[in-house]
């Protein structure tokens, strides 16, 4: 006996159901009670598709399907540390390697003199104030793929819920290097202040602006069906 539409249909229901939110995953899991519960089937035909369906998903044990998704979610997680080292690697490359060095003696030229602190200060605050708005941005852009598609993909989440919490978390310390600036006017202060800066902004522009943008292009790279499957639901 081979499962109906309506059957798959059911089964992509009880995963979600079990909690499992994203359809990358739901579709794997699926796939996976289909086999098996057409293999239980072939041993014992007379057992309903209910029946079957939860023979098979008692294998999963007294967790149910919380393995698969950490597993997944440890993954897409090495995966999108992959993408965000990447894209790091191709910053530090010339032309933004200038910008960059420029951007870092900027900061520790205004440790120097003696108004550079304010300027300083007003350097955070508006790097602060752009991480906050590239956050509510991505937050935004996140709800309106979700209501568009009405399905949650792991990669997609961690692109751009991953980014957010880097932006809020970047955002909420720059106040304490401002402070530790004050406090620290040696030449090895003023390095490391100038250093950090600099890298919270290229982590900040490379997690909230560029990533996100190529967000379709790394979508269909991992999962093949994701144009499909986003097409047939618009349609």
Request: net charge positive; proline share 3%.
């Amino acid at each position: 006996m081979k499962l109906t539409d309506q059957h798959i249909k059911e089964l992509y229901t009880f995963t979600r159901q079990h909690y499992v939110e994203h359809y990358d995953v739901q579709t794997e899991l699926v796939d996976h009670l289909a086999n098996d519960i057409e293999q239980l089937w072939e041993e014992k035909p007379t057992l309903s598709f209910e029946q079957a369906r939860d023979a098979s998903f008692k294998k999963f044990g007294v967790f149910g399907f919380m393995n698969i998704v950490e597993e997944k979610q440890k993954q897409l997680g090495k995966k999108y540390r992959t993408i965000l080292w990447k894209h790091v690697k191709e910053w530090f490359r010339l032309p933004k390697i200038i910008l960059t060095i420029g951007v870092f003696f900027f900061f520790y030229y205004c440790m120097q003199i003696s108004i550079g602190i304010y300027v300083l200060g007003v350097s955070l605050l508006i790097l602060a104030i752009l991480n906050l708005y590239w956050v509510l941005q991505l937050k935004k852009e996140f709800k309106k793929r979700t209501r568009k598609n009405h399905k949650k993909w792991m990669l997609e989440e961690l692109i751009f819920n991953v980014a957010s919490f880097g932006g809020i978390l970047v955002a909420s310390n720059l106040p304490q290097l401002f402070t530790y600036a004050e406090k620290t006017p040696s030449n090895l202060g003023a390095f490391s202040i100038s250093l950090l800066i600099t890298l919270a902004i290229v982590y900040s522009y490379i997690t909230l602006v560029i990533i996100p943008k190529k967000a379709e292009v790394l979508l269909q790279e991992q999962y093949p069906e994701y144009k499909i499957a986003n097409n047939l639901m618009v349609e």
